[in-house]
């Protein structure tokens, strides 16, 4: 296709179990984001990886949060040990350059139980 | 610290009214603009962007925004409004060359026929 990607669309889990999210990009584009929607918190930068440089994680809410971009595409959010405060849902964004705008998927809709 | 306020959370118009969401900007430097659009369980559109140049930016699906550097403000405007156009809509500021996005609380949008 011809947008971002993001699988599962739904996922239910039970509170402590790992978790892991994954994001296909558009094809071509260097510059992935993720980004947390939440009720309490609205929309909330994760993460940034741009090429082959250092990701900015400097968004991530805990430890317990990490992602990776492999081969510079794809890209996985995991989550470790999840807590209900991690219920939200997870967007993904990719852009051409980091400068372009960003086309975002349609998000992963995480619920702990 | 940067920040994005959208001070309408809902906002009611009549098919064919125009329509004016207000979004007011702290950061320190010209930054990036944009509005999305965001329906039930979809992931964000973009409808426009300010990066420089005309202040007065066009987006798809009718919209405008004007970028006013003396009030910190980014309005989207649209003179005449479809019911198709009820959503949630948010402003965001870009850093450092457009990513990182940090995002207002959103506006909900209803259209009364």
């Known amino acids: 296709g011809a947008g971002v990607s993001q699988s599962p669309s739904n996922k239910v889990t039970e509170k402590g179990k790992d978790v892991e999210l994954r994001c296909d990009p558009i094809s071509g584009h260097t510059a992935l984001y993720w980004y947390r929607q939440s009720l309490g918190q609205g929309l909330e930068f994760l993460i940034y990886f741009q090429g082959n440089s250092a990701p900015d994680k400097s968004g991530l809410p805990s430890d317990r949060f990490s992602a990776e971009r492999t081969g510079g595409s794809v890209s996985t959010l995991t989550i470790q040990r999840t807590q209900q405060e991690d219920s939200a849902v997870y967007l993904c964004a990719s852009s051409l350059e980091a400068d372009q705008p960003q086309h975002f998927g349609d998000g992963t809709r995480l619920s702990i139980l | 610290a940067q920040s994005v306020t959208q001070p309408d959370i809902h906002i009611t118009v009549s098919e064919g009214a125009s329509l004016e969401l207000r979004c007011n900007y702290s950061?320190?430097?010209?930054?990036?603009l944009f509005w999305y659009v965001q329906s039930p369980g979809q992931g964000l559109q973009l409808l426009l962007k300010y990066f420089s140049g005309d202040t007065l930016v066009q987006g798809i699906k009718g919209f405008e925004a004007e970028f006013k550097r003396s009030q910190s403000s980014f309005n989207l405007r649209k003179p005449s409004v479809h019911w198709s156009d009820a959503a949630e809509y948010f402003c965001?500021?870009?850093?450092?060359?457009?990513?990182?996005?940090?995002f207002g609380a959103g506006t909900i949008l209803r259209v009364k026929s």
């Open positions: 965001a500021v870009g850093l450092e060359y457009g990513n990182k996005l940090v």
């Open positions: 950061y320190g430097a010209t930054p990036y």
